[in-house]
C-alpha cells in the first residue's frame, strides 16, 4: 500500500496528527471531494433478466416495431370488411391460422380463414369476427355482424416502431420495463457499473450472530448493517470483514479490501482510546482523523490508499449508521446514478432541548402531528434506529426548539 497525502487542519497531539474540530458541512465537502472519481462510471453489459434496478447507462431504443407483425386480437375469422357490409354474411373457410410459424394465406373476396389470438393475418385480411359473433357449418361461417376495416387487427408497429425509446438514460430499470425488453428481442442492456464497496468492521469485542458470547464481547451489527445499507443505496458490496485491534490483522484485511474494491469503509477504531487500530494504521500513513460537531458520529477519519478512498466511522452502531447517512449516503447513490435523498421541513410533534456546540441527530417518527424523538442521543440505542423513520437535524448553535417549530429531518 502506498501513502496517502496529508490533510490540512491537522494538528500535534501525543505525537499523532488530528484535525481540529470541523461542522458537519465541513467534513460533508471533504467526503465528497475524496468520492468524486466514484461519479465516473463505466456501463456494464447484463441480462435483462438481471438488470432489474439497474440504472441505464444510455437510452434502450427498440430494436424492432411491435406488434412484429399484423395479427388478430380475437379469436374468430378473418375476413374483408367489404364482405361484411350487408349481414348476415356467409363465407367459405379455406383455412385456419394458429399463432406460432405458418404458412402465408392469401384471403380472396367471400372467404375467411379461422383465426386464433396473436396469429399473423392472411394477406389481403382488413378485419377480424370475433368468434362469438359466427355460426360454422359444412364448411361456412355465417357472421352476424359488420365490422370496419381494422377491428380486433393489431397492426405491426401500434404498439412501438423501431428506434423508439423504451428506457432513458439515467432510470431505474423496474420489472414494467423488463417485459418490453425481452418482447423486443434484447438479452442484454447497458447499465451503469454499479461502485464496489469493501466494509471492514474492527474490535476484539465483536463476534458473528449466531457464536456464543464469551464475556466482555458483543454481537457485530455494523458490518452487516453497512452492507445492508450500501446496497439498498445502489452499492456493490464486495467484502465484509472483521479485524480484530491488531495493527498486522487489520493492514492484511485492509490492503485486500483494497485490491477490491473502490471505495472501503471501515467502522471503529478511530477515537481517542488506546486501542485504535484504525486510527494507529492509517494516521502514520496520511489519514485524517478528528472530530466533527455532530451527536452521535463525532469521531471520523478518511485516508487514500492505492488511489482508493476509505471512510473511517465510529464503532458504536448507531454511530456507524448515522455517518453512512450523513456523509457517505448520497455520494454512494450519485456514483450509483441514484437521486439523492434530501431533507424535508416537518413541524416538531413537542418541544426538544439540544446541546449547544453539537448538530443533534436524533431518531425521529414522522406523525400526523410532526416529527417526535423517540429515543434520546445515546450512540448504542440502536433498537431506536429500527423504529425511526427520520433523523431529526438539530443545528449545533441551537438549546431550545418549541413545539410546532419546522425542523429538518433526514429519511431514514
Known amino acids: 500500500m502506498t501513502t496517502p497525502s496529508a490533510g490540512p487542519n491537522r494538528v500535534a497531539d501525543s505525537g499523532r496528527e488530528h484535525r481540529r474540530a470541523v461542522s458537519v458541512e465541513e467534513h460533508t465537502e471533504l467526503v465528497a471531494s475524496l468520492l468524486a472519481p466514484l461519479r465516473i462510471r463505466p456501463a456494464d453489459s447484463v441480462a435483462v433478466g438481471d438488470a432489474l434496478g439497474r440504472v441505464a447507462a444510455s437510452d434502450v431504443c427498440a430494436p424492432v416495431?411491435?406488434?412484429?407483425?399484423?395479427?388478430?386480437?380475437?379469436?374468430?375469422?378473418?375476413?374483408?370488411?367489404?364482405?361484411?357490409?350487408?349481414?348476415?354474411?356467409?363465407?367459405?373457410?379455406?383455412?385456419?391460422?394458429?399463432?406460432?410459424?405458418?404458412?402465408?394465406?392469401?384471403?380472396?373476396?367471400?372467404?375467411?380463414?379461422?383465426?386464433?389470438?396473436?396469429?399473423?393475418?392472411?394477406?389481403?385480411?382488413?378485419?377480424?369476427?370475433?368468434?362469438?359473433?359466427?355460426?360454422?357449418?359444412?364448411?361456412?361461417?355465417?357472421?352476424?355482424?359488420?365490422?370496419?376495416?381494422?377491428?380486433?387487427?393489431?397492426?405491426?408497429?401500434?404498439?412501438?416502431?423501431?428506434?423508439?425509446?423504451?428506457?432513458?438514460?439515467?432510470?431505474?430499470?423496474?420489472?414494467?420495463?423488463?417485459?418490453?425488453?425481452?418482447?423486443?428481442?434484447?438479452?442484454?442492456?447497458?447499465?451503469?457499473?454499479?461502485?464496489?464497496?469493501?466494509?471492514?468492521?474492527?474490535?476484539?469485542?465483536?463476534?458473528?450472530?449466531?457464536?456464543?458470547?464469551?464475556?466482555?464481547?458483543?454481537?457485530?451489527?455494523?458490518?452487516?448493517?453497512?452492507a445492508a445499507h450500501l446496497r439498498a443505496n445502489g452499492a456493490d458490496v464486495v467484502a465484509v470483514h472483521r479485524s480484530s485491534d491488531d495493527a498486522d490483522e487489520f493492514r492484511r484485511i485492509l490492503s485486500d479490501a483494497v485490491a477490491a474494491a473502490e471505495l472501503v469503509i471501515t467502522s471503529g477504531g478511530v477515537s481517542m482510546g488506546d486501542f485504535e487500530v484504525v486510527k494507529d494504521v492509517l494516521a502514520p500513513m496520511g489519514g485524517h482523523f478528528g472530530s466533527v460537531r455532530m451527536q452521535p458520529g463525532g469521531p471520523q477519519g478518511t485516508?487514500?490508499?492505492?488511489?482508493?478512498?476509505?471512510l473511517d466511522f465510529p464503532g458504536n452502531p448507531v454511530s456507524t449508521v448515522v455517518s453512512f447517512i450523513v456523509f457517505a449516503r448520497n455520494a454512494v447513490r450519485e456514483a450509483a446514478g441514484l437521486d439523492a435523498i434530501e431533507s424535508r421541513s416537518v413541524p416538531l410533534a413537542h418541544s426538544i432541548t439540544s446541546i449547544a456546540g453539537k448538530r443533534q441527530l436524533l431518531r425521529g417518527k414522522l406523525g400526523d402531528d410532526g416529527v417526535a424523538a423517540i429515543a434520546g442521543p445515546g450512540s448504542h440505542l440502536v433498537a431506536a434506529m429500527a423504529w425511526a423513520d427520520v433523523l431529526i437535524d438539530i443545528p449545533e448553535d441551537t438549546t431550545e426548539l418549541d413545539a410546532g417549530t419546522e425542523i429538518q429531518v433526514i429519511p431514514l
Not at 189 to 204: C, D, F, M, N
Not at 303 to 310: N, S
Open 303 to 310: 485516508a487514500t490508499i492505492d488511489g482508493v478512498p476509505i
Open 65 to 226: 416495431d411491435l406488434p412484429l407483425f399484423r395479427n388478430s386480437q380475437m379469436d374468430g375469422y378473418a375476413v374483408l370488411a367489404s364482405d361484411l357490409a350487408r349481414v348476415p354474411a356467409s363465407l367459405r373457410v379455406i383455412g385456419t391460422v394458429a399463432a406460432g410459424p405458418s404458412d402465408r394465406i392469401h384471403l380472396e373476396a367471400g372467404t375467411a380463414v379461422k383465426i386464433m389470438t396473436g396469429a399473423p393475418m392472411p394477406e389481403n385480411a382488413d378485419a377480424v369476427a370475433p368468434i362469438e359473433n359466427t355460426t360454422y357449418d359444412g364448411g361456412v361461417v355465417t357472421v352476424t355482424v359488420a365490422r370496419r376495416a381494422g377491428e380486433y387487427v393489431r397492426e405491426q408497429g401500434s404498439d412501438i416502431t423501431t428506434g423508439t425509446v423504451m428506457v432513458q438514460a439515467g432510470e431505474i430499470i423496474e420489472p414494467r420495463h423488463i417485459a418490453v425488453l425481452a418482447a423486443v428481442g434484447l438479452s442484454h442492456v447497458q447499465v451503469l457499473s454499479r461502485p464496489k464497496v469493501a466494509v471492514i468492521t474492527t474490535g476484539a469485542e465483536l463476534v458473528a450472530a449466531g457464536s456464543p458470547l464469551r464475556p466482555g464481547q458483543i454481537y457485530d451489527s455494523n458490518g452487516v448493517a453497512l
